[in-house]
């Protein structure tokens, strides 16, 4: 259900990210390896930081392997923050407006997993979103919900405290309808500069997550790969799973954390417990 | 801000009712002579009774005109009951989930017109939505609200009192808002056997419609027409606007008042006065 | 590379061969199990025959697994002659004029497989087209040259001989431009009465191609299986892969063969050797 | 029939270009004032130069004044050198293939108007691209045989005379299958550097056709205009139709002439009378 990935580091093009690895964003779209279904075909998004503070979003219905128009842009366009994800539906309308990342102002946010039960739960949940932010949900998924839950909780001011009281808050309202484990995700969030990333699920069985090994180790662990010294020291990935086999370049993210990629600082693994 | 039409009578091939007319419906999606907007492009959809008690819905993105899937199942499918909408965003998404006619269970409901400032009272109609029903919402539009809250309010029961509070709701919460005119529509919906269509305004300056005369005057009125002999004595249409120029054919339906056709019956014209 | 299906016989739902089977042609589009690619979401199509002696088409660009449409369509639609194509491009633009069936007059024609090196021969092939059918071709298939160049040589006349000239010159063309193996194949075609359908290669490693066992086979193995008795005798189902897994129900349909499905009659299986 | 534009100049935002103008060609695409249809809904492109001499497509079969994906490219997309264009179909198919502008190498082509009777002639213009470039071939329109056409007849030489050899060429083959008035065109193409527009037609009644006047004129006639004074000196525009009612600010390009717009040197009118 869903792949995705969230890059940080120096320009590259987009097709760099998307196309060019042995089992990248598009080709996990047919055949991905590690998520809970094979095809990612129900959509794809991309969003990008230009020279604005709202970012660039390009979303599709159409799975992410036949996009002309992704393979044309991602010639064309140089990003240092991007968010890309192919989407597998749990049953919700294939509609641009369920595709992932969704923004609200300068922030972006994706998800991997479900809100389980959700037509349960659904109309609690939105009745908890803060009525200014009510009518800007267009789409009808859950994912979108937890955004706007996690907006409302503050996700400008806290990034880790808005989002584990909209996990709290997700799961209280589940296990009040009798549902076991209300949650299962993998979420990245941005406000154009720092991204966190959580892998988190009730019931301690998470979806994968995957961040880059930082460039200077693996330069001296591979001095004679030229990939390697075309990216600048700070450059960083979160992945649902990792882009080739390179041994020692992909490092699990553990259960119930938080990653934080700030520019110019080593990322930061915290506890996400909520 | 969209066009429909309404037919039930003898069995007709679709594209008799959306091609074959001068000022047919597929015509009005590019070039309406009486919309508010000239150009109804922005998705379309039908929705008709087979042979079990579920309409069948076909509804897509694509301006009516050139949608060649369409085309063919226009050529294909014969129907005796059919809804047939051609939209025209006022803002909303172009996305299936947003196309009219909106079915639950045998009943279809499709609308022209909008619900003032919609983004203002959104949050405050979906919650006066059953709560069963509330998570059955998949689209963004005023028009799938208004649907949902008649079924809360007893479409199944008593129709034309169901739209009634609908839109005493709808004015409610709109001035309490501060919105003037909260309502605009011409809205039709049916059970698959009895059809209701409503012109009705906050300001009383409803968007158009009409009712076809009842064929026996008009072949009295019209012997030799040829087209006249092959409908039954039941058949009806209520429309956005005429499909044609014949004199006599077309009759306005009043401000603030309800069409009712019922098999078998004369249409019955009913005051609507929420 | 694509999976079909063509079913004669009684009249039948469309989603019982849609959708109902274990192994249905919408399950494979996104998990076929003997195709050359898993995923066949690259489009597909539906052909039926109604009223009229054209067929119907209903053709998308979406996978047929999340089509809405075609859910609609097939709890809606009864058919006694259908053609349906799941597709995997080759590199072909993904549009609805590239999804099979190909149309004309009263005439469907379905591929799975490919012209090798394709872009080498293609101008040497259309030229071959009847100019009188040339301005017809509206996509950039292999499979749609293959139907014309059919149509040219003789289609409606005599199929089995019409298809055979034509892979003898698709061979010869392909072969004069160094192609070792120019084509592979499974085809049906139909005039909405009979079917033929062929599975052929160059190289004699054809795409897998199954029929059903006749029913009154079937029902004396398992006299104690309903669905055996809703179907009478004539009716018939020509697969890429089978449907499910009732032992004896499917017969692998030999290389090199066409098999003539004609009403009434027992189908026939002929040697198919160009 | 469509509505194009071509801007070559300082780096402007896109959507200064397609939204922010009056009359600006998203309006266009709704309601064409000078055009032969006033609804250009049938799909759209744009074509522009990042970092590479292979420009950019963005093609998209959905009405431009609806595509959220293009608003969002507008807002973040800068660019010196662009074509877009809104299509009207004359009958040829809804696709992506089929939308301009088409490219070939750092080549752009772009095409309002059509050829009569086309059908009729496709074969013997499609025979005459050279046989190289026939598999390249990926629509159904006049518009995309026109281009290569010209590319065949030495577009990269010469463009004024390449593309004077091909309306020769459709004019010759059309009056030989008995048509009058075989071709109609504003074309505009360009190699990333020059821009050249035509203004043609067989019967001498061509689609309307307008150049900006240099900004240092406009300047002169319009001191205290502030947007006249954020464009460089080179900055031009070619248009179908003007995005503006700023008396003085268009011209005209007469019948059968020829517009070239070249960096750094005032554009040139020269007659084009194949």
Chains 1, 2, 3, 4 share one sequence.
Not at 152 to 170: H, I, K, N, T
Not at 181 to 210: C, E, N
Not at 233 to 253: F, H, M
Request: some cysteine; overall charge negative.
């Amino acid at each position: 259900m869903c792949r995705w990935l969230a890059y940080s580091g120096s320009p590259v093009l987009l097709e760099e990210l998307l196309y060019a690895p042995e089992n990248s964003l598009v080709m996990q779209s047919k055949h991905a390896k590690l998520g809970a279904t094979a095809v990612n075909g129900d959509g794809f998004g991309i969003g990008w930081y230009g020279s604005t503070s709202t970012p660039g979003l390009f979303l599709s219905t159409e799975p992410a392997w036949n996009d002309r128009n992704l393979r044309e842009l991602s010639a064309q366009i140089t990003v240092d923050r991007v968010f890309a994800h192919v989407r597998a539906s749990t049953g919700g309308a294939v509609q641009r407006s369920n595709c992932h990342p969704f923004r609200h102002q300068n922030w972006l946010w994706m998800h991997n997993g479900l809100i389980a039960k959700f037509s349960l739960v659904r109309r609690e949940l939105m009745l908890a979103i803060d009525p200014v932010l009510f009518p800007l949900v267009e789409g009808s998924t859950d994912s979108e919900i937890m955004f706007y839950l996690a907006v409302s909780f503050g996700l400008a001011q806290d990034p880790p405290a808005a989002v584990a009281r909209m996990v709290e808050f997700v799961e209280d309202v589940g296990r009040r309808a009798g549902v076991e484990y209300p949650i299962q995700m993998t979420v990245a969030t941005t406000d154009g500069s720092t991204t966190w990333a959580f892998r988190y699920s009730s019931r301690g069985k998470s979806r994968t997550l995957f961040h880059s090994t930082d460039v200077t180790t693996l330069r001296r662990q591979y001095p004679d790969n030229p990939a390697l010294h075309d990216v600048d020291d700070d450059s960083r990935l979160i992945v649902s799973e990792p882009l080739g086999d390179l041994v020692g370049a992909w490092q699990e993210v553990p259960e119930s954390t938080c990653v934080i990629v700030r520019p110019g600082v080593e990322e930061e693994l915290v506890p996400f417990k909520p």
